[in-house]
């Protein structure tokens, strides 16, 4: 089993605001993590709350260049905790 760490989900926020990667195709790549069995989630951390937002923007929040900056400052912060 694979775990998804905060360093994946920065990395494709950070292509998305430097506007490799459509709001689409960050929405497509949440929802494949989302239905992935083995991919390690801890549904009660960070990882989760981030892939939830990004794969269902319609009960969230759309992903916005604010939004994701947000995101990205959320996961460095937590990064910065773990260190």
Same mark, same amino acid.
């Given at each position: 089993?694979?775990?998804?760490?905060?360093?994946?989900?920065?990395?494709?926020?950070?292509?998305?605001?430097? $506007? *490799?990667?459509?709001?689409? =195709?960050?929405? =497509?790549?949440?929802?494949?993590?989302?239905?992935?069995? =083995?991919? $390690?989630?801890?549904? *009660?951390?960070?990882?989760?709350?981030?892939?939830?937002?990004?794969?269902?923007?319609?009960?969230?929040?759309?992903?916005?260049?604010?939004?994701?900056?947000?995101?990205?400052?959320?996961?460095? *912060?937590?990064?910065?905790?773990?260190?």
């Amino acid at each position: 089993m694979i775990t998804l760490e905060p360093v994946h989900a920065f990395a494709v926020l950070i292509r998305f605001l430097a $506007g *490799e990667l459509s709001v689409t =195709d960050v929405e =497509d790549w949440a929802n494949a993590i989302e239905c992935r069995e =083995d991919i $390690g989630l801890d549904q *009660e951390s960070l990882m989760a709350s981030v892939v939830f937002e990004l794969a269902n923007p319609l009960i969230t929040r759309p992903l916005t260049r604010q939004s994701a900056t947000d995101l990205v400052s959320k996961l460095k *912060e937590a990064a910065s905790a773990a260190w």
